[in-house]
């Protein structure tokens, strides 16, 4: 099965600063990976997605990239802001559903 | 309702209980999901239904685990006999079709077992 490894486990950023989390994964099957965020007791939230036929996805402040080539895919924060501070996890899976997340990066980001 | 709902928010049993986790999925949506969280872990996926019927199933660790959604909304996670490690928070989310993309969470049931 999919196993998707996600680093760093933490991350503590200046507001306004940039983020950035990476994972990677192992089946060549997968085509889908989204980006979820969870708050502190919440339910978890997709924050942004990319299919693997595009390599670059950006929606405001967030950015994802993909290489399918090396199985590696990258969220980007940039402009940080105390809100952003939650735990975030990547997922891949062959389809929409059946996803392997990541173990989780917590993110905090000083004031 | 205007999200996913679940019930019981927090259960608490003994080793060796029966237990049943309640998901009302957002009205219309057709996909409902099963995930498993435990704690400092990312989603563990359990179970999927298309409608009625489970279309994947293949997450379910053992045969204790069982879930159903007779009606197509509705879905009930059974869990029998349950173990220690079984503790953790189970998710269930929803989407309005297979392929959507996006997953709608709920604010899951976290069973503790003693």
């Known amino acids: 099965g999919e196993n998707v490894e996600q680093h760093p486990s933490t991350l503590s950023v200046q507001e306004g600063d940039s983020a950035v989390i990476k994972c990677t994964y192992s089946?060549?099957?997968?085509?889908?990976f989204p980006w979820y965020k969870q708050e502190l007791g919440k339910r978890p939230q997709l924050i942004i997605d990319?299919?693997?036929?595009?390599g670059e996805k950006k929606d405001q402040r967030i950015a994802v990239t993909l290489n399918k080539t090396a199985k590696h895919f990258s969220l980007h924060i940039t402009e940080t802001q105390p809100e952003d501070s939650a735990v975030y996890f990547c997922?891949?899976?062959?389809?929409?559903?059946?996803?392997?997340f990541g173990a989780g990066t917590t993110v905090t980001v000083r004031a | 309702g205007a999200g996913v709902s679940q019930t019981p928010s927090n259960k608490v049993t003994e080793k060796g209980k029966y237990v049943e986790l309640r998901c009302d999925p957002i009205?219309?949506?057709?996909?409902l999901y099963w995930y498993r969280q435990s704690l400092g872990q990312g989603p563990e996926f359990l179970i999927y239904f298309q409608g009625t019927g489970a279309a994947d199933d293949s997450g379910l660790p053992n045969d204790r685990f069982f879930a159903v959604r007779p009606e197509g909304s509705v879905s009930t996670l059974k869990i029998q006999r349950t173990e220690r490690g079984d503790s953790a928070v189970y998710l269930c989310?929803?989407?309005?079709?297979?392929?959507?993309?996006?997953?709608?969470f709920g604010e899951g049931s976290r069973l503790t077992v003693l």
């Open positions: 089946d060549s099957a997968s085509n889908y």
């Open positions: 997922a891949a899976g062959p389809n929409d559903y059946k996803l392997s």
């Open positions: 989310a929803s989407s309005p079709t297979p392929g959507a993309g996006e997953l709608f």
């Open positions: 009205s219309g949506h057709t996909a």
């Open positions: 990319i299919r693997s036929n595009v």
